[in-house]
C-alpha cells in the first residue's frame, strides 16, 4: 500500500545534522550497554538473558550494540494497518503522516454548555463518531475516560462502543494484559479470526515504560502479549525534562531513546519482524508552576528531535498532533494545534495522536477536534508536493493570454481550478459583510456548531446483527 496524500512533499525541516544523529545513537548504545536498566518482569528479562543480554550485580540489565543492531534489522520499517472492513487505512512508515484524537480525558467541555465535565462512557462512542465523519482524520483513540469505571470494565467497553462508532482503524491505551485480552477477541471477531487479524491488523496498542529506566511489569507484559499476537505496540517512554530525565534536550531524548530500543530490542527477541512503533513524550517539568507541559517551546524541540531520531532509524514513530495547554478554545489553542499538527507533517512522524486535547492532557474538546482537522486539511495543502511540468508551467496559455489579458476564461484555469485551491470551512474567506450575514461567527462557534452537525447527521455502517451478538459476549454495548 502506498498512500501518497499522507506523504508530505514539500517544507521539510530538520533540527540535528548528521554528527549529532550519530553521536545521540552511539550515547544511548552506551546507556544501554554500560547502565542498564530494570526490568521488573520475569519472563521479560529471561527473555532479555536468553537472547544475549546480561544481569549486573545489582540486578540492571545490559544490552549490547549488537543486539540493538540485530533488532533493528529484524524490525518492519513499515507496516498497514487495516479499517474495520479489512481495508488498508494506514501505511505506517516512511514519512506518511497520519492523524487521531487523543484517549482518556478526564474532562471535557460540554458540546451544549461549553462548561467543562467529567467524562463519561457514551462520550467515547460520540467522540468515535465525530471521528468517523472527518475525512482528514485518519484512526481513532477513545476520547475520554469513563468517571468512576474501574479499568478491567472501561478499556474493553470502550473499545467496544468504539468498534461500533467508526469504521476507521482504533489505537488503544490499557491497564494489564487482562484489559488487552476482551480487546483482542473483539478485535478477533470484527476480523473473523486470530489469523486474520494477524494478516491485517485493526488496533494499534499504546506501551509506554518508566522514566528513569526502568521497564514495569504492566508495560512489559503488554508488549510481549502483543509481540506474541502480532499486534501493532508503541513502546514510549515519556522522559520528563528536570523530572524524570535530564533538564537539557539532548540527555533527555537520549535517555527515551535508550529506553525505546531496550522495548524494541525485548519485542524483537520474543517475536522477530512483529510490527513496532518507536517514540517517545519528552514533556518539561516548569520549574515555575510544577506542570508538564505539553506545549512548551522545549517540548516541541524535543519532539521534533526525537522524531528525526525515528526517521534516522527507520523504524515507523509515534507523534503528536492538535494538542494545546489552552483552557479554551481560543488564539492559544488555535496556535499550539497548528504548530505541532504541521511540524509532525514537515517531520514525516507517523503515529499522530492527541487531537482535541486540552489543558496539558487532562481536558478534551470536541470542537477542538473539528477545527484541528481543518488544520490538517489546510496543512496537507500547504506541504503537498508542487508540480513542475508543462501542464503546470503554462507557457503556452501565458503566450496565449499575452500583456494585459486575464486567465479567467482559460481552459486550463477552469481544468486546474479545484484542484489549484483550498476550499475552508470554518477558517473565514468572507468580506466584513458577508461574514455579518453569516452570523458574524467566530471559528470556535463554527467549530462547535459544525460538531453538533455531524453528530446530528453521522452514522458508522451499522454492523451485522451476528457479528453484534458475538461481541456482546465478549463485552457488553453502551
Not at 552511539?26 to 520475569?42: S, W
Not at 496537507?380 to 511540468?389: D, P
Request: charged share 20%.
Amino acid at each position: 500500500m502506498s498512500d501518497s496524500s499522507k506523504q508530505i512533499g514539500a517544507g521539510r525541516v530538520s533540527f540535528l545534522t548528521e554528527e549529532q544523529k550519530q553521536r545521540i545513537y552511539h550515547t544511548a548504545l552506551g546507556i544501554l550497554a554500560d547502565i542498564g536498566m530494570v526490568v521488573l518482569h520475569e519472563e521479560g528479562e529471561a527473555v532479555m538473558l536468553a537472547g544475549g543480554c546480561t544481569k549486573d550485580a545489582d540486578g540492571l540489565v545490559h544490552v549490547s550494540s549488537a543486539l540493538v543492531a540485530k533488532a533493528r534489522e529484524s524490525v518492519p520499517a513499515s507496516f498497514v494497518v487495516y479499517d474495520r472492513a479489512g481495508e488498508p487505512a494506514m501505511d505506517l512508515g516512511g514519512l506518511r503522516a497520519y492523524f487521531g484524537n487523543g484517549s482518556d480525558v478526564m474532562h471535557l467541555h460540554d458540546l451544549e454548555t461549553g462548561e467543562r465535565r467529567l467524562a463519561r462512557l457514551e462520550d467515547v462512542g460520540e467522540a468515535a463518531r465525530l471521528c468517523d465523519a472527518l475525512p482528514d482524520i485518519d484512526f481513532v483513540m477513545s476520547g475520554a475516560y469513563p468517571d468512576g469505571m474501574d479499568a478491567q470494565e472501561a478499556y474493553p467497553r470502550q473499545f467496544r462502543a468504539m468498534i461500533a462508532a467508526t469504521t476507521k482503524p482504533l489505537v488503544m491505551t490499557a491497564g494489564g494484559v487482562e484489559t488487552v485480552d476482551p480487546m483482542y477477541r473483539l478485535a478477533c471477531e470484527v476480523r473473523g479470526g486470530a489469523d486474520e487479524l494477524r494478516a491485517k491488523p485493526y488496533f494499534v496498542m499504546y506501551n509506554q515504560p518508566v522514566s528513569p529506566l526502568k521497564h514495569p511489569f504492566e508495560t512489559v507484559d503488554k508488549l510481549l502479549y502483543c509481540a506474541d499476537r502480532g499486534i501493532p505496540s508503541t513502546y514510549c517512554p515519556s522522559p520528563v525534562a528536570g523530572g524524570t530525565a535530564p533538564i537539557t534536550t539532548a540527555g533527555q531524548i537520549t535517555l527515551g531513546l535508550a529506553e525505546a530500543l531496550f522495548g524494541l530490542v525485548m519485542h524483537q527477541l520474543r517475536a522477530p519482524g512483529a510490527p513496532f512503533v518507536i517514540g517517545q513524550g519528552p514533556n518539561t517539568l516548569d520549574m515555575a508552576t510544577s506542570q508538564s507541559s505539553y506545549n512548551s517551546p522545549e517540548f516541541v524541540r524535543a519532539y521534533a528531535c526525537e522524531v528525526e531520531m525515528a526517521k534516522w532509524l527507520d523504524i515507523p514513530n509515534w507523534g503528536f498532533s492538535g494538542h494545546t495547554d489552552a483552557q479554551v478554545v481560543d488564539a492559544q489553542a488555535g496556535m499550539e494545534a497548528d504548530e505541532i499538527t504541521k511540524l509532525s507533517m514537515q517531520l514525516g512522524a507517523n503515529l499522530n495522536h492527541d487531537v482535541g486535547y486540552m489543558d496539558f492532557g487532562l481536558s478534551g474538546s470536541l470542537a477542538e477536534v473539528v477545527l484541528v482537522a481543518e488544520l490538517i486539511a489546510r496543512n496537507r495543502r500547504l506541504l503537498a508536493e508542487i508540480e513542475v511540468s508543462d501542464e503546470t508551467l503554462a507557457v503556452d496559455v501565458i503566450k496565449a493570454v499575452g500583456p494585459g489579458g486575464d486567465y479567467l476564461g482559460q481552459r486550463h484555469t477552469r481544468r486546474h481550478l479545484r484542484g489549484s485551491q483550498w476550499r475552508a470551512q470554518l477558517l473565514n474567506r468572507a468580506s466584513h459583510d458577508r461574514w455579518l450575514e453569516g452570523g458574524g461567527l467566530d471559528v470556535t462557534e463554527k467549530a462547535r456548531r459544525k460538531a453538533r452537525e455531524l453528530l446530528a447527521t453521522h452514522e458508522a455502517p451499522a454492523l451485522p446483527a451476528e457479528l453484534i451478538a458475538r461481541l456482546d459476549a465478549v463485552a457488553p454495548a453502551g
